[in-house]
Every structure is written in structure tokens, then in C-alpha cells.
T-cell receptor
């Protein structure tokens, strides 16, 4: 089966840096996606990794190690609006479907 | 503007009734998906369709049915056989169903279904 793990909840301070980890055990890996979801809203796409290494997009960066089945999302210069859930999703090759982790709820405090 | 629409945003039904959730996209995407999300949980795949007139079961298809008669539409019916239907339902689409695609899934705003 497919298994994707993320911490349930994290708290960080405005202006700080936070790292949200995701580990996975899946078959047919075709890439890993990070989404942000505010309460009661749809997920919105943040970043994508298919090769090992770091991808940077403004205040957000995502890292992937395929050999370790590990990814992280790095959020810099945290803002209050970054309080949301962050979902890690693995794209399964040959099936064109994603498996989602349970999400990490990030609380940003002043 | 291109996007995915789901209607209604909130839906209330009595136990034992079937209900159909609408999902329409004008992005010309091949693949469409239905997910269920329970409080504090991630997304679980109900059904997905890679092309018109074809669809596959996801991980939690029991008690649900779908159709894909048109490229832009993928309605989900929650039947009375679904034991715990109260949840947040999200529809998504993706440009291509071909192997190796790197496109993300785009999500609609969701429908919150409450069964009384």
C-alpha cells in the first residue's frame, strides 16, 4: 500500500522559519506536490519536486530525497496568513492519481 | 476566467436520500477527481476519470457513484449506502492523463455535505 506521513500540528512565530517534513513509501513515484489549505477552502498548489534537490519559490522552498523517501517544505519570514494546513501529495506513476498525507496544521503566532 | 465550479457550497440532506454533487470545469482538462475530506484529515480519493466515458474507483468508492458523459462535467452521487456521508467534498482536475505528466491538480471550492 501507499503510506505518507506528516506531523499533525506545528506552531511557529511570525517572522521565523519553519520546516514541515513528509516521508513516504509508495510505488511508482512520479513526483511530490505541496499544497496549502486554509480552513474550509480548497487546497492551492505551492510546489513540486520530481528530482532530488531544492526548489525555491519566493518565501517557500521544497526539498526532495527520493532515496530516503523524504521531502520538506520550508517557509521563511512567516506571516500570520501562513496559518493553514499543508498537504504533501505523491503522484503515482502509471495511475495518474495522487496520494495525500493527512496534512500538517501550522499555527503562526505573533 | 477558467476554473472549476462546484455547487452548492453547502448541502443538507436527510438520512436515506441520494444526493448529487456537481463539478464543472472549463479548463479543457482530461482528468477529473473526487475527494472526501473529514475534519483534521487529508484527502481520500473516491473516484477518478482520465477520459470521457471512463472512470475508476479510488480508495473509498463504496456508497458513491459517478459519470463522465462530457469532458467538462464529473458529477458525484452520494447514495444511501454510504454510511457516513457528512464530509467536505472536493473536485479536482488535471490537464493530462498521460504517463509522466508533471502538472498539478487544480481544485474546486468544495461542497460541504451534512446528512441529518
Amino acid at each position: 500500500g501507499q503510506n505518507i506521513d506528516q506531523p499533525t500540528e506545528m506552531t511557529a512565530t511570525e517572522g521565523a522559519i519553519v520546516q514541515i517534513n513528509c516521508t513516504y513509501q509508495t510505488s511508482g513515484f512520479n513526483g511530490l506536490f505541496w499544497y496549502q489549505q486554509h480552513a474550509g477552502e480548497a487546497p492551492t498548489f505551492l510546489s513540486y519536486n520530481v528530482l532530488d534537490g531544492l526548489e525555491e519559490k519566493g518565501r517557500f522552498s521544497s526539498f526532495l530525497s527520493r532515496s530516503k523517501g523524504y521531502s520538506y517544505l520550508l517557509l521563511k519570514e512567516l506571516q500570520m496568513k501562513d496559518s493553514a494546513s499543508y498537504l504533501c501529495a505523491v503522484d503515482i506513476y502509471n495511475f495518474n492519481k495522487f496520494y495525500f498525507g493527512s496534512g500538517t496544521k501550522l499555527n503562526v503566532k505573533p | 476566467d477558467g476554473g472549476i465550479t462546484q455547487s452548492p457550497k453547502y448541502l443538507f440532506r436527510k438520512e436515506g436520500q441520494n444526493v448529487t454533487l456537481s463539478c464543472e470545469q472549463n479548463l479543457n482538462h482530461d482528468a477529473m477527481y473526487w475527494y472526501r475530506q473529514d475534519p483534521g484529515q487529508g484527502l481520500r480519493l473516491i473516484y477518478y476519470s482520465q477520459i470521457v466515458n471512463d472512470f475508476q474507483k479510488g480508495d473509498i468508492a463504496e456508497g458513491y457513484s459517478v459519470s463522465r458523459e462530457k469532458k467538462e462535467s464529473f458529477p458525484l452521487t452520494v447514495t444511501s449506502a454510504q454510511k457516513n456521508p457528512t464530509a467536505f467534498y472536493l473536485c479536482a482536475s488535471r490537464p493530462s492523463w498521460q504517463e509522466g505528466t508533471t502538472d498539478e491538480q487544480f481544485f474546486g471550492p468544495g461542497t460541504r455535505l451534512t446528512v441529518l
